[in-house]
């Protein structure tokens, strides 16, 4: 299959890289810079055409999109220092409604977004929530998922009508390879080898980003149209987590948790810092976020889509074999 791959640069998007090629597919990737791309399936591979240009230009969108059969849409603005909604939206909604627009006269096979589980409410212990539990507190406050939301209704809205599926998929927070920059390893490195860790009270659904890359393609050949898919693995606490990584690295760490009436103090003095137009990730609402638990199901991931999520550990282990490689 020919597929369009927007956000190829990112940890996911190179995860869907890798597993795209090693499927045998042929991809063009619409990149900002050649340099992002770490996959190691790319490196001198006859199926890649990698191409420079911006993906919020019509133009580019439409020229690079020439002869695609589906579209894989990676890209997303996560920078959690941005402080107005207008910031997330050219990325996280406006580049959907191209998609939208690109479908109507394009004959795509398929459309995969992949957005974000934090625009599904968050669940709780006795009732892991599902693709129909609408967001909510603190999740449904944020910036970045409202963008998200956003976004996801356009697809969804689009998929009503005109050839072809367009499929969501909702990942938890992503650990792996090609974490570059890093991103989200940098919760990871955090804690890295430290004899004690203070942990916030909260935790998230952790996903491998190669169970994530699995979904997309799965999603490419049977998702259904319309529909939205939680790709999650284990969900777990701070504190857990890192437990979880001082024994799969094999160092000794005492983690304790971090008191939420510091953590909420700390919020309002990023709130402060904010107002005199200092960007920073600390804020009320991120802090609300890092102190809230996560529990998604993934069912319908395994149902419908057949992938049956690795153990946080190995995530772990993948995003650290990984960094000892480059």
């Known amino acids: 299959m020919r597929i369009l791959l927007l956000g190829a640069t990112g940890l996911l998007g190179n995860n869907v890289l890798q597993q795209l090629l090693e499927a045998g597919h042929e991809v063009t990737a619409l990149?900002?810079?050649?340099?992002?791309?770490?996959?190691?399936?790319?490196?001198?591979?006859?199926?890649?055409?990698?191409?420079?240009?911006?993906?919020?230009?019509?133009?580019?969108?439409?020229?690079?999109?020439?002869?695609?059969?589906?579209?894989?849409?990676?890209?997303?603005?996560?920078?959690?220092?941005?402080?107005?909604?207008?910031?997330?939206?050219?990325?996280?909604?406006?580049?959907?409604?191209l998609i939208a627009r690109l479908r109507d006269g394009q004959p795509l096979e398929a459309v995969v977004h992949v957005s974000t589980a934090n625009t599904v409410g968050n669940g709780s212990p006795g009732h892991f929530a599902d693709e129909t539990l609408p967001p909510n507190a603190p999740f449904g406050n944020s910036l970045y998922a409202r963008s998200k939301m956003e976004g996801e209704a356009l697809l969804l809205e689009a998929s009503r009508h005109g050839h072809g599926r367009i499929v969501v998929l909702n990942p938890g927070f992503i650990l792996g390879p090609y974490d570059a920059r890093p991103g989200s390893g940098r919760l990871l490195l955090a804690a890295h080898g430290r004899r004690l860790m203070v942990a916030p009270a909260g935790g998230k659904a952790f996903v491998?980003?190669?169970?994530?890359?699995?979904?997309?393609?799965?999603?490419?050949?049977?998702?259904?149209?319309?529909?939205?898919?939680?790709?999650?693995?284990?969900?777990?606490?701070?504190?857990?987590?890192?437990?979880?990584?001082?024994?799969?690295?094999?160092?000794?760490?005492?983690?304790?948790?971090?008191?939420?009436?510091?953590?909420?103090?700390?919020?309002?003095?990023?709130?402060?810092a904010r107002s005199l137009g200092i960007r920073t990730e600390l804020c009320s609402s991120n802090v609300a976020m890092m102190m809230a638990k996560e529990y998604y199901s993934n069912r319908k991931m395994r149902d419908e889509l057949g992938v049956q999520p690795l153990a946080t550990a190995e995530a772990i282990r993948q995003f650290y074999r990984w960094r000892a490689s480059r």
């Not at 340099?35 to 230009?57: C, F, H, T």
């Open 31 to 97: 990149v900002r810079r050649k340099g992002g791309i770490v996959a190691e399936a790319a490196k001198g591979s006859n199926r890649l055409n990698i191409i420079e240009g911006d993906l919020l230009k019509w133009e580019d969108l439409k020229a690079v999109a020439e002869g695609a059969e589906a579209l894989v849409n990676c890209a997303g603005q996560t920078d959690m220092t941005l402080m107005r909604l207008e910031d997330y939206r050219p990325v996280n909604r406006d580049l959907c409604a």
């Open 208 to 272: 491998a980003a190669a169970d994530v890359a699995k979904a997309v393609l799965a999603a490419l050949e049977r998702g259904r149209n319309g529909e939205r898919y939680l790709v999650v693995g284990e969900c777990m606490g701070f504190k857990e987590l890192y437990e979880l990584q001082a024994e799969v690295c094999g160092y000794r760490q005492t983690v304790v948790g971090l008191w939420r009436w510091f953590s909420q103090v700390a919020g309002l003095l990023g709130d402060a």
